[in-house]
C-alpha cells in the first residue's frame, strides 16, 4: 500500500508539474481559439471563487492535455474534439472538473462509461492514501449534455454542474 500512495503521490506530482509548464488554458488550441470546455471549467471556477481547490487546468490544444489524456482516461483522444481538466496542482485534494466533447455523438455513451470508471479509479486511489478525501469521489458525478461528457468531484458539484450547463446550453 505504501508502494501505490508513494506512485500515486509522483504520478499527481509529475503531472502537476508538466501541466503547470504549461499554462493553464490555450487561446489558440486546436480550432483557433478558446474551446467551450475550457470556457466552462473557467466559469465554473469563477463561481466558486477562492473557496476551491481547482487552482489548475489543462486543455485541449495543449501539449501537456494531449501527452496525457490516454492515461488520464482511457480512451482514445481520436474520440474527443475538445476537452478540459482542472485539478488540485497539489493532488492533495480529489476536486475535479473533465469535461470532454465527443467528437462524434455516436460516441456519448461509451465516453460516459469511462468517466464513470474514472470516476471509480480515483475514488479507489483516495481511499488508499487521502481517505478523507473519497466522500467528495463517493458524491461525484458524470454528466451528459449534447455531445459533452463532464466528470465533476468536489463538495460542490451541483453549482459546478449549474455552471457548466449554463456555458454549454
Partial sequence: MKKRFAVVILAAALLSA???AAGCGSEGGKGGGEGLCLQAAKAAAEKLGEDTAL???AAYGEETYEDNFERLYNFSMDMVSD???????????????????A????????????MEARLQQRLHDFQNYMPEEAGKIENGKVVVMKQYVFLIISDRADEIETAVKEVIG
Fill in 55 to 57: 487552482d489548475a487546468t
Fill in 18 to 20: 508538466a501541466l503547470l
Fill in 103 to 114: 467528437a462524434d455523438s455516436s460516441d456519448v455513451s461509451k465516453i460516459r462509461k469511462y
Fill in 83 to 101: 476537452g478540459v481538466i482542472a485539478y488540485s496542482a497539489a493532488g492533495t485534494a480529489a476536486d475535479e472538473i473533465s469535461i470532454v466533447k
